[in-house]
């Protein structure tokens, strides 16, 4: 490009004006109409994805907006993190926009309290209905000899105050996403969302129930387990955040979830399963993989359950 052309193309140095653009427009100008594009685009995005700016009675899902970016965290490496390591089971089924978000945030919160941790996303891969119990018992037995806790973490669940405890729980199972925390869930035996257990109290309860299929039921079973087992649940103390506690990622606008009840499924659901659990569940692991998320290292298990259709009947779509 020659000098001339130069000039024209530009023109900010002489008449402080941009020779592209219709008539003279000044330096001034410019930056301010830069400076209300990039405000009008933030905006844009912040609505989008909190649903506020979508058209009354549209039915419009919300989608839900990204944490806010955490500072890189440190290697795990460093032996003054201590000798625990947590294998932090989540299961899951196709909500790879909520998964997007749970594992760089969650290995930054993470290390940030130095938790030697280890990602396992169970990806439940069959035709059966989705079974949360059983892909945390395949993740209980998949998880190798390098980590002694467990969390039974869901997907959609994100822990905003950084004085949840996250740490081995050596005097019994910590509820982290205890009833007078959860944004949803608030009576006395709920011990969903987030569980924190040893492997030697997880195999003291035989792990949970193979027979809840869909969606619900299996905390409520499970914690008649760690009660059967002699175990006391603990719960967080001392924080003041109440429901703020956490973020909830999902929208049932946008996800509905399988509720349906099959067959004899209604009156089983309310039983006591006191003969499966990690001693009979029936799997294979069709692939094993490392992934980075934004740099968040973990583990997809693509997982094919097995269901005997004679026991649990509702475990089709029918």
């Known amino acids: 490009m020659g000098p001339g052309r130069r000039r024209a193309a530009l023109r900010l140095r002489g008449g402080g004006s941009l020779g592209l653009l219709p008539g003279k427009v000044s330096v001034f100008q410019l930056f301010f109409a830069a400076l209300l594009l990039g405000f009008a685009s933030l905006l844009w995005l912040q609505l989008s994805c909190s649903g506020e700016g979508a058209p009354p009675g549209r039915g419009v899902p919300r989608r839900p907006c990204p944490p806010e970016p955490r ?22 089924r196709e909500r790879f926009e909520e998964l997007l978000a749970f594992v760089p945030y969650m290995h930054r919160f993470l290390s940030e309290k130095r938790i030697r941790h280890h990602i396992l996303v169970l990806n439940q891969v069959d ?5 949360r119990a059983s892909l945390i018992n395949v993740g209980f037995l998949e998880s190798g000899n390098d980590t002694d806790y467990i969390a039974m973490h869901d997907v959609d ?5 950084e004085q949840l405890d996250y740490g ?15 944004p949803l869930y608030h009576y006395k035996t709920y011990v969903g969302g987030i569980l924190l257990l040893t492997k ?12 809840f299929w869909g969606w619900g039921r299996e ?7 760690i009660k059967g087992a002699g175990l006391q649940v ?7 955040t109440g429901y703020e506690t956490f973020q909830h990622l999902h929208d049932p606008a946008w ?18 399963d006191r003969e499966g659990g990690l001693n009979n569940v029936r799997y294979q692991i069709e692939s094993r993989t490392a992934l980075s998320v934004a740099g968040a290292p973990c583990t997809v298990l693509n997982i094919l359950l097995d269901c005997d259709t004679n026991e649990t009947p509702w475990c089709t779509f029918g």
């Not at 669940?157 to 105050?161: F, I, R, S, T, V």
């Not at 603990?234 to 003041?240: D, L, N, V």
């Not at 996800?255 to 006591?272: L, M, N, W």
């Open 71 to 92: 500072a890189p965290p440190v290697t795990d490496d460093d032996p003054s993190w201590g000798p625990h390591r947590l294998a932090l089971l989540v299961p899951f």
């Open 127 to 131: 035709h059966f209905r989705f079974n």
């Open 157 to 161: 669940l994100l822990p905003l105050n």
């Open 168 to 182: 081995y729980p050596e005097a019994g199972p910590f509820h982290v996403a205890s009833p007078e925390l959860h």
């Open 200 to 211: 030697q109290h997880y195999e003291m309860c035989n792990g949970m129930s193979n027979r």
């Open 219 to 225: 905390d409520d079973e499970f914690y008649r387990r």
């Open 234 to 240: 603990r719960r967080p103390t001392g924080i003041t």
């Open 255 to 272: 996800r509905k979830r399988d509720q349906k009840r099959i067959a004899a499924q209604k009156q089983e659901q309310f039983k006591v």
